[in-house]
């Protein structure tokens, strides 16, 4: 295909520079005119008002990103399957360095547009690949995908979890399914940091795991045992999921845990994780309900903990959600500061990409300020490495955290 047998994709006057910065992403207003009728998922040519050619995308003609660009060379094959070959070869080429690693055996492969890989995402535990198809061109290319990863990294079950909200956006209905070899087993257990994880690929969260938070739990881990908080100590896991951060904490000395979330389902293989981790049970408290009254509640029964995390699930979908989310956000911390021992470490998190990291700042700062306390930062957090963000598309950066501690 060339840029004059493609359909074309042609700019408005003015807005070819963010193309040429290599911004992954055409929205619709940006766009004068397109021609040759491509269907969903269609590899198209776009060009500058001028009729020069700029970058190769797929077309999404329900999706306010009408355009995802996937090559700024005219003359590469864009569509080849080698060329996607080479593309999930060097993703894979960029993670051995976690193949190698025999503690852990859950991760991404494949980070998207930040592995040039615009709408796929997949993770990988154990011997199960789960994918997530998210763009109409991803969508359309389910095939050649799932024949290139089979091929690729021969996992025992290839299954998808294209099931997320988001789609609605591209105008797809989402599908879920086994796509290469068997079923996946009920529970598959990997390995993180030497920690043991049952993961539910089926019905869990995501593709089963929120492996954006790995490094985040070690560093958890790796900070109460630096403390040398030990068995008298306790943490509080708010939006705890499965226990990622209890199993990291208590593996490291903590001695007791309150898990906080409002997934029975979720908060039961937490249970199982700590039978996988040799940790009774017994140690931890599982409160199931929303974490805004349950804190209070807390807070009513003058609980206190040496440790805390807080993991909320997304706040803002869009800009027109910050300032909602940011109430929301400022509540928790201020819950969450008021139920801190002096001496306390409280790792907060958001992964609303709409809320930047100075603003999230600011809004613990105001939660500090309204509880009364005086908090340090001793640390900034981020997603973990395997989610990479190209440095093209600052978007794909979501997941912020920070680390404080109360002063005494
Ligand atoms: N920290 C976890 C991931 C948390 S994801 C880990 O490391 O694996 C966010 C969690 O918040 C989900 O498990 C979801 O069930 C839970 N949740 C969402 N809304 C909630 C609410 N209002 N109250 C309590 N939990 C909530």
């Known amino acids: 295909m060339t840029a004059h047998s493609a359909p074309q994709v042609r700019l408005r006057k003015g807005r070819d520079a963010a193309v040429q910065r290599r911004h992954p992403w055409i929205y619709s207003g940006g766009i004068a ?141 989402g599908r879920t399914g086994g796509l290469r070899g068997e079923a996946p087993p009920p529970r598959v257990d990997v390995l993180e940091h030497g920690a043991r994880y049952g993961i539910d690929v089926v019905a869990g969260h995501k593709t089963g795991f929120y492996l954006d938070q790995r490094e985040n739990r070690r560093r958890f881990g790796q900070t109460v045992a630096y403390l040398g908080l030990g068995a008298e100590a306790q943490m509080l896991n708010v939006f705890a999921y499965t226990g990622g951060f209890t199993v990291a904490g208590l593996r490291h000395g903590l001695g007791r845990a309150v898990n906080v979330d409002s997934s029975a389902d979720a908060l039961r293989l937490g249970q199982e994780n700590l039978r996988l981790n040799d940790l009774d049970p017994a140690r931890v408290e599982d409160l199931v309900g929303d974490a805004f009254e349950v804190l209070r509640q807390l807070r009513r029964r003058e609980r206190s903990f040496d440790a805390i995390v807080l993991d909320p699930p997304k706040f803002a979908f869009t ?40 603003l999230f700042q600011k809004i613990v700062f105001g939660a500090a300020l309204d509880a009364g306390r005086d908090i340090q930062i001793v640390g900034h957090l981020s997603q973990s490495a395997d989610h990479p963000v190209i440095l093209t598309f600052p978007e794909a950066a979501y997941l912020k955290g920070l680390i404080c501690r109360a002063m005494p």
């Open 33 to 173: 005119s397109v021609e040759g009728h491509p269907p969903a998922g269609a590899l198209v040519a776009v060009l500058s008002a001028g009729g020069d050619f700029l970058a190769w995308g797929h077309y999404s003609p329900e999706s306010q990103i009408r355009v995802r660009l996937v090559s700024w060379e005219e003359a590469e094959d864009v569509d080849a399957p080698e060329a996607w070959r080479m593309r999930l070869l060097r993703a894979l080429a960029l993670r051995r360095h976690l193949g190698r690693d025999s503690q852990t055996t859950a991760y991404r492969l494949v980070n998207a547009e930040s592995d040039g890989l615009p709408g796929l995402i997949v993770d990988r535990y154990d011997d199960v690949l789960v994918v997530q198809l998210l763009t109409a061109g991803a969508d359309a290319r389910r095939e050649l995908f799932a024949d290139l990863l089979g091929d690729l990294c021969r996992p025992r079950t290839l299954y998808e979890r294209s099931d997320v909200d988001i789609l609605e956006h591209e105008g797809l209905e």
């Open 319 to 358: 800009q027109r959600d910050v300032k909602r989310a940011a109430r929301g956000y400022k509540d928790i911390n201020m819950q969450a500061f008021h139920l801190l021992k002096p001496g306390g470490l409280l790792f907060t998190f958001s992964c609303s990409g709409a809320i930047s990291a100075d």
